[in-house]
């Protein structure tokens, strides 16, 4: 079945470059998403990807998508105090035709000062 | 900024009781959803409801569940008799569209815990 993996944790230094990364089994999947999680908060829908694009750039943000490799990036320059948060990747399946995300289980961002 | 609210935040219930958990999608939107995640798992896609009706629903999403609109802003999950393994994080969301992409804005959750 479906499936999203993601490495649970990151950790780096104010200021530098976070790139949180994670794969996907589902090469049907219309569009790829980034949400956030803060503590106590819910779900945040940061950013998502249409699958026949490579690169989606939003301010601080980069997502690259490799969809031969199955391989779904998210990147933040100037890693601030206030992203450390988990990260979470989700797919749609079945090319989105549902509502229904898979999501993976998670990258905990911790950005030390 | 319109939001989805959940409550309550935390619910501690015995096992074989009943829970209800309530959710207050955004007001224009159309498509709501539950998830959940167990401590340390994924979240997990549980069901999708539509025009009153459920559009969608996992395998975890048995006779045990049930959802509803009962008046037209609230969305609940029912929980009719939990298990220890219920014990979870659930989350509502909401959409205004579904297919094309889904732009869920989601809850802040309700922490379910069953002793």
């Known amino acids: 079945g479906e499936d999203v993996e993601q490495s649970l944790f990151l950790s780096v230094r104010e200021g530098d470059s976070s790139v949180i990364n994670c794969t996907y089994t589902?090469?049907?999947?219309?569009?790829l998403y980034w949400y956030k999680q803060e503590p106590g908060a819910g779900l945040q829908l940061l950013t998502y990807i249409f699958s026949n694009m490579d690169m989606k750039q939003d301010q601080r943000l980069t997502v690259l998508l490799n969809k031969k490799d199955k391989h779904l990036s998210l990147r933040i320059t100037d890693t601030q105090t206030g992203d450390s948060a988990i990260y979470f990747c989700?797919?749609?399946?079945?090319?989105?035709?549902?509502?229904?995300?898979?999501f993976g289980k998670g990258t905990k961002l911790s950005v030390k000062p | 900024e319109p939001e989805v609210t959940q409550t309550p935040s935390h619910q501690v219930t015995q096992m074989g009781q009943e829970v209800i958990l309530r959710c207050v999608p955004i007001?224009?939107?159309?498509?709501f959803y539950w998830y959940r995640q167990i401590l340390g798992q994924k979240v997990e896609f549980l069901v999708s409801?539509?025009?009153?009706?459920?559009?969608?629903k996992s395998e975890i999403f048995d006779d045990q569940f049930s959802v509803e609109r009962p008046d037209g802003s609230n969305f609940t999950l029912k929980i009719r008799s939990t298990k220890l393994e219920d014990s979870a994080m659930y989350f509502c969301?909401?959409?205004?569209?579904?297919?094309?992409?889904?732009?869920?804005?989601f809850g802040q959750g309700t922490r379910l815990t069953v002793v």
């Open positions: 007001s224009n939107h159309l498509y």
């Open positions: 589902d090469s049907s999947s219309t569009y």
């Open positions: 409801f539509y025009n009153n009706e459920i559009s969608e």
């Open positions: 989700a797919e749609s399946p079945y090319g989105g035709s549902q509502g229904n995300l898979i």
């Open positions: 969301a909401s959409s205004l569209r579904q297919g094309a992409v889904t732009e869920a804005f």
